[in-house]
């Protein structure tokens, strides 16, 4: 049995010829030297990815030119939060199970290796960086490819929305399992030192709802699990996403699959809208943006979800994705220069947003 990989460098020519042998991607080639180029560095807080181009002994029709190969993060305090909440396990069963039933552009994937007692994971993914190119959340997006982001995530959810499949994914947590649940326990955790680090320029409206949020959170998590259940990326920002031709079947790809989860709640909505678009932006085109989503729902067969339901449902998603930056603090590292950077914009706008959007009224009281 081919072992999985705990590190790059155990991704090596004679082991890739095998996997891509097993999953039915090469015949008779082997692959004799590989290029390998790290990418996305302090984008991807959970994985180590790399760019690997092959170079094969003989005709490999069908084989890839290059992939993506994904590991489990080498930063401990990351990793140990990806193994706590088994996303690195996550992502490689969305791949298997899920990916073949969804129309939502995703990678494709090659080979997916999962070793639970050794913790380790791989995942070998097709390279669109030919054909896309990568969102940058540090960048921020303009109006138009928000509202594609939007739509195609409205899409998503309808396509899954009540869907008989969701109850038998029992790999994915459901948004009020006890795994989900331990986020709260990170963020109440890390809340003294998100305010003493930040304290300086978080708006003083955000304390109050900030702090009210951690001993909330169950109660925030269990509502969520009573509501129309689907299926939620929950990292649903523009790091995440590859942007193509206009039009094209790779006009959109999301990636970064191993936070998804199963039940209500408009989480990655609130994510996106709040920490991937500049504030200003953000509040020009805010409740057009949450009209287009329950546009997009309703014209995809969803019904008895009022958008005064939808537009409510956003605000608390944008509180609840507070816990992004708030945890960020003691489990990121921020040492990385991007990473830092990411992380102290993202507070910066969904803060913003949560004050905006007076959020915390609807925190259970």
């Not at 004679?14 to 008779?28: K, P, Y």
């Not at 140990?80 to 990916?99: K, L, T």
């Not at 303009?142 to 396509?159: Q, S």
């Not at 109050?208 to 649903?236: C, K, Y």
């Amino acid at each position: 049995m081919l072992a999985v990989p705990s590190n790059m460098n155990e991704i090596t020519p004679a082991w890739l010829t095998e996997a891509l042998r097993a999953g039915g991607h090469l015949e008779e080639a082997s692959v004799v030297e590989i290029r390998s180029t790290p990418i996305g560095e302090g984008a991807g807080f959970l994985g180590e990815l790399r760019r690997m181009e092959l170079v094969y002994d003989g005709r490999a029709d069908g084989a890839p030119a290059s992939l993506i190969a994904k590991l489990p993060t080498a930063f401990p305090e990351a990793r140990a939060v990806g193994m706590q909440f088994r996303y690195y396990e996550r992502e490689n069963r969305f791949y298997e199970d899920v990916a073949p039933q969804i129309s939502l552009r995703i990678p494709r994937a090659y080979y997916t290796g999962t070793d639970t007692a050794a913790g380790n994971f791989a995942l070998l993914l097709e390279d669109l960086s030919g054909v896309a190119r990568l969102g940058d959340q540090l960048e921020a997006c303009d109006i138009l490819t928000a509202e594609l982001v939007v739509r195609e995530l409205a899409r998503f959810h309808a396509a899954w929305w009540n869907h008989p499949m969701v109850e038998s994914l029992d790999w994915m947590p459901r948004v009020n399992d006890p795994v989900q649940l331990y986020a709260g326990q990170l963020y109440r955790e890390a809340w003294p030192a998100f305010v003493q680090t930040w304290g300086g320029i978080l708006p003083p409206a955000l304390l109050e709802p900030g702090e009210r949020l951690g001993p909330a959170w169950t109660d925030v998590m269990n509502d969520f699990a009573t509501r129309d259940q689907f299926i939620s990326h929950t990292d649903f920002r523009l790091d995440n996403m590859l942007f193509g031709e206009p039009g094209s079947e790779t006009e959109l790809i999301v990636i970064d699959w191993q936070l998804s989860v199963r039940g209500g709640g408009l989480y990655d909505l609130g994510y996106f809208v709040s920490q991937s678009l500049p504030i200003e932006l953000r509040r020009r085109h805010e409740r057009d943006l949450i009209r287009l989503y329950h546009e997009t729902l309703t014209a995809c067969g969803v019904t008895n979800y009022p958008f005064e339901r939808c537009w409510d449902d956003y605000r608390i998603a944008v509180l609840v994705a507070l816990v992004i930056p708030v945890s960020a603090v003691v489990n990121t590292d921020l040492s990385n220069p991007r990473g830092a950077a990411v992380m102290k914009e993202i507070m910066v706008r969904s803060t913003a947003a949560v004050v905006d959007l007076n959020a915390g009224e609807l925190l259970p009281s």
